[in-house]
């Protein structure tokens, strides 16, 4: 995980979201590359902009991505990054002079190993939703969600999520550098809640295969969802990393009936690692 894309918009968990970035650059030697994020307007809006719309002249966007500059260089030079790569070092660097939106994070990310956002909030503003999910359904690469407090480690005690589905097989592939380097894996089946596929016992063989300190853990599901069981279980094994797939069932049927994501995605007090 050498590449590491982080976009910068100002908000309340902002630091949060550069703290965690530093403990996963600190442990691979990654280059931290942040740019100026903003929400997309969709062109069918344009002529008719709702009043609830904040829509900014050119000067406020160059004003905006120089804040947003300085917020992420202030931050790196505070914790001694240099810009220059050094072999096994964190380093940074900043990416452009305009304000990107919410889409081109999906395109982007795609050449980075790590895109790492701040937990999404409530209502539509920075942490958006819309930020998280075109990094999730347009890279193909792997996002780090980090909660508003501020972790104290990443991916010494991690716990995957497992449930046999194609999303959540990706993303532990995605996750292997750092389950690699983990001082203990759970992978956890919740009894009832699943895709037809392989079974917790081997992936976590095929895991140990590879050098991985894997351990199968089946747990009922006492909870009233899914996603209030794994999160349950992540409290209880004081796990500092997350691993679960995006979106198994599709976001209508989540928007609807609620689902695992949905709950994790509001929910979370652990750093999660997502793919779809």
């Known amino acids: 995980m050498k590449a590491i894309l982080v976009p910068i918009e100002p908000h309340a968990s902002i630091r949060t979201v550069l703290d965690a970035a530093l403990l996963i650059a600190g442990r691979f030697g990654s280059r931290i590359e942040g740019l100026a994020l903003g929400p997309d307007i969709p062109a069918s809006i344009a002529f008719d902009v709702p009043t609830s719309w904040a829509i900014l002249s050119e000067k406020e966007q160059r004003d905006l991505v120089e804040q947003s500059r300085q917020l992420f260089e202030a931050f790196m030079l505070s914790c001694g990054v240099q810009q220059s790569e050094v072999a096994d070092e964190a380093s940074y660097s900043w990416l452009g002079r305009q304000l990107f939106g919410d889409s081109y994070i999906g395109s982007f990310g795609r050449v980075f190993d790590l895109i790492v956002l701040g937990q999404p909030g409530p209502r539509d503003e920075p942490p958006r939703l819309a930020t998280v999910e075109a990094a999730l359904f347009e890279s193909g690469r792997p996002i780090l969600l980090v909660p508003p407090a501020a972790p104290a480690s990443i991916g010494e005690r991690i716990m995957i999520a497992w449930n046999g589905s194609t999303e959540t097989a990706r993303t532990v592939a995605l996750a292997m550098p750092l389950l690699a380097t983990a001082s203990q894996v759970i992978v956890l089946t919740l009894e009832g809640w699943g895709a037809d596929g392989p079974s917790g016992e081997e992936l976590t063989s095929r895991l140990q295969s590879n050098g991985i300190k ?17 999160l349950e279980q992540a409290t209880a094994f004081h796990a500092d990393l997350l691993i679960k797939g995006a979106y198994t069932q599709s976001r209508l049927r989540q928007f609807i009936f609620g ?3 949905s709950h994790i995605l509001a929910h979370a007090r652990v750093p999660v690692l997502m793919a779809h």
Do not use: C, K, Y
Not at 221 to 230: D, K, N, Q, V
């Open 214 to 230: 894997a351990e199968a853990v089946t747990r009922s599901m006492r909870a009233h969802s899914p996603g209030e069981g794994i």
């Open 259 to 261: 689902g695992a994501t």
